[in-house]
């Protein structure tokens, strides 16, 4: 592994004042992780540098079409003061995995980890204090070469910035309110609905803008043939419990493979619920909660954590779920899984990366 240079900021930000209005991805760190691809020569010159502006040619490929990946990651405060990650070699197997469906490299996931480890060492005093605050971390990788030609680069970035945030919706864990969208697709079979690929994202933003004028916090997306069945929302898989019973959409090629939502699906078999993956109708789940056998149904994701889902609405149908109110089921797995990733249980998982 070629080694990490690391040139400091001679001057460091202002911190956040006020935990508790730190929102998501607004305010970022004083450094970031930067490595360079050339076909031929791989991955080199992996560096850590102030955090800068970059300066592209307008003919740059990704500004054109789109080849941009992402991953999201997060490292939290113990109690005791340490800092620690959760699962991130993870999140660099799936770059990978995106990365191949893109037509770009496959990562140097060594390297970017150890990228990652040094750069959260180096700003680790970014890492916040308050309870449901954690450094959120935004690695990246986008196409280089300078032409409009539609082929694949020759030449390409991956970057890491970090950014302290509190809950992902305003307004914490409180159930939020979700949009059916029975008419916009976000993602087909042999598509790159599984890949976190920029494209999936910027394809969201209009369903999820006509969502919230709405009042709406995110859309429901179905399944791109038929429109029949669940597939997840964006930024979050779903999951519905039925008691003890927790059931999901089955991964089918054009679902994000969460790992949020990976490591629920094992702690709940842990905890002792019954899991379920499979292919879901959204009629079904409608017919499910009015008849009351569907108890709960929340989202996850690394950004938004475990959210619940207090009300559905599908074309003419609203139909309030537990009342709006969280469940046993969604803040068991909530204390759970925020308990391993903040410290306080033990992680018998071996999922944590302990920093500091
Ligand atoms: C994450 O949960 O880390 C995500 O990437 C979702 C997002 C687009 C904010």
Partial sequence: MEPITITRAPVLKEKPQDESKLGFGRIFTDHMFLMNYEEGRGWFNPRIVPYQDFHMDPASVVLHYGQAIFEGTKCYRREDGGIQLFRPEQNL??????????????????????????LVLLDQDWVPHSPGTSLYIRPTMISQDIHLGVHASRTYLFFVIMSPVGSYYKDGLKPVGIYVEDNYVRAVRGGTGFTKCAGNYAASILAGDIAEKKGYSQVLWL????????????????????????????????????????????????????????????????????????????????????????????????????NGEIGPVASRLYETLTGIQYGRIEDTNHWIIKLT
């Fill in 223 to 322: 399944d791109g043939v038929e429109q029949k069945y669940i597939e997840e929302v964006g930024s979050m898989n779903m999951l519905f419990a039925y008691g003890n019973r927790i059931v999901t959409p089955m991964l089918n090629g054009s679902i994000l493979p969460g790992i949020t939502r990976d490591s629920i699906l094992i702690l709940a078999r842990q905890l002792g619920y019954e899991v379920e993956e499979k292919r879901m109708a959204i009629a079904d789940v409608f017919d499910d909660i009015r008849s009351g056998a569907l108890t709960e149904a929340f989202g996850s994701g690394t950004a938004a954590v475990i959210s619940p889902v207090g009300e559905l609405c599908w074309g003419d149908q609203v139909l309030t779920i537990n």
């Fill in 93 to 118: 197997a799936r770059m990978t995995r995106s990365a191949q469906r893109m037509c770009m490299p496959a990562l140097d996931e060594e390297t970017a980890l150890e990228g990652i480890r040094e």
